[in-house]
């Protein structure tokens, strides 16, 4: 069947209750009943939920067969917590796992093998890269990987679609008892956001730090009554790659014009007004916005009210100078984030569900006005890709890009025209992954095309006197520069389902052709 | 059927699962799923949850004849909200009602007519007083009363047994997506405790408050994504009753004198050293153990880990002092400790199932040190009432009483040996609310008992020369003065089922005889 962004979604997987994506607001006002984790009470005064290593807790928490585990991914690139645990779980001899984390990433190399091993059969995430990526790509996963936005997970965890068996939490500090933080301790990541979830609906939850704290460690981001077991390992991950140098602003002519032109944008809507908000990628353009909304900002007397996202060193800097009252962070990407949780009295951690549950009561990309964002690809329809490469293979993570770009005002993506051989304006994107629905403008550094259903923002863009093209056009121009792109040819078989944020499938991922042996 | 404090539960009563109290831990262990409540989802980007009215606000929720509504206590005699939206909801016509609060107080007396108008038929609290307390020990609610300590109340939401429609949430500060806090405003209470587990398991959520402020209200103590509407009206309540002045500690030479005693008997247990948790009541003589702690702290150079509870100034001063390390607050009594929660950094609020649900995964009074609580009266087999008096009729609240004093691992009642010409110490108590297997000592101003149960401490306490009766003897000593009391005469009808933690019925408080016209 095909879907409101043009994809034809096989009928098979239309089961169960699963629909076709039909439009961001489709499923606005649906009544459903949270489920709840099945746990055990301990009545008991009891001193301790440590034990001894991570193999006694998945004992303990008697992880089998067919069961569903959940990591985070706050420790990025470092992460060790998510490998140790399914190396215990393989060496147990336990198979047909599904995985059901908030990311996957290059740290996860080891798990591709156990996917062609069997012991992973089932995979639910929102990124996915590397040997995992090529794995589920070449068709090795037993089932559709599905992948979804931030707010699209903690729909499907809150909706009931995903019940985690076991949460395996890495803390950078934990007391004796549960209480864990994203704060301190070697492996510091600032904030605990995605974990918050699965901490809440898991039946089991295992805390895993390398720094353990007197009681209590408050206040926790995960609390102690939600807590089964703490285990205690040698390191969590590798604090180099989980709080990194911050990105310094790039010095690309390129991106410095583009995420200047972002600037005049957001200046020339009527959003651009004391008390907006803002959220930022981390993409080298849309960082830099940051730098350039800072004059404008001055030069109006106005300040920011909140700034939200995965934080970094721009946003933390206008935090520093008095120009952004508070920032509500659900992840943090450098050193100088997770230092300002630490120091900085309004940067505030919030739950994922907060930050963009598109079915909770009311998330805070509701509220936003500005989002500034990058695309690997962007078609015609402002449909956006930011998880396959043009190869089509699995290589990034929708992320909060579709969450933060539904909610806002005024969403705007950065990217250029075309980046080496390939067109990243185009016919048809390999992957839908953001709705064009959401995305109101796209600036490139041949020019900017805003979507013809934001008419209000065509005559604002014009009032302030900003030079506007199609995307048409810039269609035109990328393949006049680069050719027309070759379709790339996959089998049949689905190996991703992406999901839209309301959990309709707003596309596939098929095999690919060109891994092949 | 006899339960295991003694009292004869009637077998109507044990329906659905329900059972007689067998034991502190019977349940202990026990696996279960929790609810989850009914959302409507809000996809749409949305500004503003704010509604003009209470009654609209009750009107949107969809109130019906039968429904269950709950209320928080933090706003101690100075509620307004409570009366406030039962008043619309009778004016609106609807009957039926069943409240779910986490106390009920003398602000509350006009809800006692609409017991006897048949609009409130059902009625779930830890405190009970007033005229609603005269109304339902007179047999005019419709079905039996339930009493619960808040941990048991908590118990009951997350288990399943309290399903909640509506949650009216009286907020000191709230922003217009429904970001509440306890903290500022005209109306501060400092924290919200009660309301934090309402607001997760309500299906409704309104937030009322007289005090907007600007988006994002944080760290909030009710989160937005849980607020379906906010109501801002004139007064939430009166200042004044909310944290009303520090009680000083009590001048009276016998208090002290017991205050004195029940320091001298922490410091004799092996649990006074370095680190030690402390949880006190607002009694005369409960607070003042405060006073007679601090110099053997400094005597032995020790300092307190965490101080928990309804918190008040005594704690408060500790804290400052720099004698104890953090305070982890479930309500605040006076206007000091509503103070410390805005200035001191590790005076932290946590929601009452951290405090003391019993069927959690563990929560804070399970490793609590020591307690020193109060009773109305206390039994031979060391069981007391703190819920009816003498007269048998219902004027108290169990409150956090059988929470800190079963997870404590000292729990210390402190009591004049009578009152007036009323034993404390007696054969037979009007309610058991808090079992004697949770008491480990008694201190009256005519001698110490400590319970058979806990020869552990009796050997303590003779190694520190500290003389010991019987409660018994205590007993007889009380009868010698005052006379035997008599047995109070009853109707046979139950208006009121006292529930242990863990859900099992401790006890049931009958229809009074001396109150009929």
Redesign the interface.
Known sequence: MINAVGRNIPDELLTNGREVFQG??Y?????????????????????S?LVESIREAIRLCGVKDGMTVSFHHHFRDGDYVANLVMQEIADLGIKDITIAASSMGAAHDPIGKMIEDGVVTGLQTSGIRGKMGEAVSNGKLKTPCILRSHGGRVRAIEQGEVHIDVAFIGAPTADE??NARGKGGKSDCGVLSYAMIDAKYADK?VVITDCLV???N??PSI??????YVVVVEEIGNPQKIASKAARITQDPRELMMAKECARIMAATPYFKD?FSFQTGVGGASLAVNRFIEPLMRERGIRM??GIGGISAPMVELLEKGLID?L?DAQDFDIDSVNSVHKNQ?H?EIST??YC????????????DFVVLAALEIDTGFNVNVVTGSDGLLMGAPGGHPDAS????CSIIVTPLVRGRIPTVCERIVTVTTPGESIDVLVTDYGIAVNPRRQDLIDHMSAAGIELTTIEALKDKAYSMVGVPDDIVFHDRVVAIMEA??GTILDVVRQIKNYEV
């Open positions: 961001n607001n499923r606005d006002g649906q009544i459903y009943t949270k489920p709840g984790p099945t746990v055990k009470a301990q009545i008991k005064p009891q001193e939920k008892y549960g939850v007197p009681f209590p408050f206040p609390q102690a009554v939600d807590v089964d008390g009210r909140w508070c509500v309004t505030y569900s907060q549950n598109p079915m909770n009561k009311g998330a805070f990309v509701n509220k936003l539904a909610g806002a005002k944020r309301d």
